[in-house]
């Protein structure tokens, strides 16, 4: 069975720095796209960024700019550097992998805690 296991969430000064990580655990055959998303309560999960099997990025407009997000196709990891972080930016933030027809994997999501 699939996990994707999160770390480097954290309690961070605005304008500071974090590194999210994810990697699954349990094989994957094939993943299309691997993806970062946030949600907080009461409101409705929404895409930071999102990288493809080709290597094509996307990323939400409020992030452009302050956030990358990378990957490492061996490792079934993805990254997501985070810089110049806004308070705005609090939220949980959750992993995703997609997978061909039409499944996909959520990680258990991690705290990101920006202080004004």
């Known amino acids: 069975q699939v996990r994707l296991v999160e770390s480097g969430g954290g309690l961070v000064q605005a304008g500071g720095s974090l590194r999210l990580s994810c990697a699954a655990v349990?094989?994957?055959?094939?993943?299309?796209?691997m993806g970062w998303y946030r949600q907080a309560p009461g409101n409705q999960r929404e895409l930071v960024a999102v990288?493809?099997?080709?290597?094509?990025?996307t990323y939400t407009d409020s992030v452009k700019g302050r956030f990358t997000i990378s990957r490492d196709g061996a490792k079934n990891t993805v990254l997501l550097q985070m810089n110049n972080l806004k308070p705005e930016d609090t939220d949980v933030y959750y992993c995703n992998f997609r997978i061909p027809g039409g499944g996909d994997y959520w990680g258990q999501g991690t705290q990101v805690t920006v202080s004004s």
């Open positions: 349990g094989s994957i055959f094939r993943i299309l796209a």
């Open positions: 990288i493809t099997s080709g290597g094509t990025t």
